[in-house]
């Protein structure tokens, strides 16, 4: 059951929290209302979809992957959380817990069994200097530049991160408009560090919903993914062969009530996932 918990304004002003898309700020906060009175929870990516994004069309698991790998910003490197096992059950750990949380002292004891050292997801140490892929869950950390009006630094593998991060948003013309802006606006534009400016930036503006222009092939594009949803293989993959088999009938359903209504349609996993539970507590399944 979800609970009420603190947020603190030091989680804004995070270094490492800033570099992370939007959502994954949106999934760590998620993860503290479902977690126990010790900040431990169960690991299931699918269940935690249903619970913190039911409206949204996110890849949880590849979210927690971002949070289990170790800092860059903080001198012991630790992660945000720490995915394990035990008796082949999988676990969360929220790390540095009780530093941030003060659970109520009538709140039940955690059930769940504490890290015992077996991480299930594992990610490289880092240091300073080391570089992750963005298909391994974090963004790359070279330094960005801006000078002469003119920015240095950014790869083709940052703007497809940033796309895929902010999908209303144009980057190439964000990256324009945040070149003009400084220069427009020298005192406030120098930054020591650009890559969370850009990120700040991207951010603002797909919650303003973005820059693609209206009626283009990629607002389009981004309709009809919010509007039938991508195929994630992990949702499949957690399914039981039963379950699996009342799947054709659930997206004929959702077809039917769904396909000629662009708009405020749901995530068809989402709606996978809610009527499987409705099956489930009908007693066929």
Known sequence: MPRIRALKPEFFEDEDLAEFPFWVRLLYQGLWVNADKSGRLQDRPVRLKAKIFPYDNIDVGKGLAILANPKKHSPTHRPFIIRYSVNGENYIQIVAWDDHQSPHNTEKESSIPPFNGEITV??????????????????????????????????????????????????????????????????????????????????????????????????????????VGRRHPAFEDSLTDEAKSLLPAIDAEWEQRFDNDPLGTPDKNYFRTIRLKQISQEGAL
């Open 122 to 227: 594992t990610a490289p140490l880092l240091n300073r200097d080391t570089q992750v892929a963005p298909e391994q869950g974090t963004m790359n950390h070279e330094p960005l530049i801006f000078k002469g009006g003119v920015w240095g630094g950014i790869t083709e593998t940052d703007k497809t991160a940033w796309a895929s991060a902010y999908p209303a948003c144009d980057i190439e013309l964000e990256l324009n408009r945040m070149a003009e802006w400084i220069k427009a606006n020298p005192a406030r534009g120098k930054k020591s560090n650009y890559r969370r400016f850009i990120v700040n930036w991207l951010n603002r503006s797909q919650d303003r919903g973005g820059s693609i222009p209206k009626g283009s092939a990629r607002e389009v594009e981004i309709q009809k993914e919010r509007r």
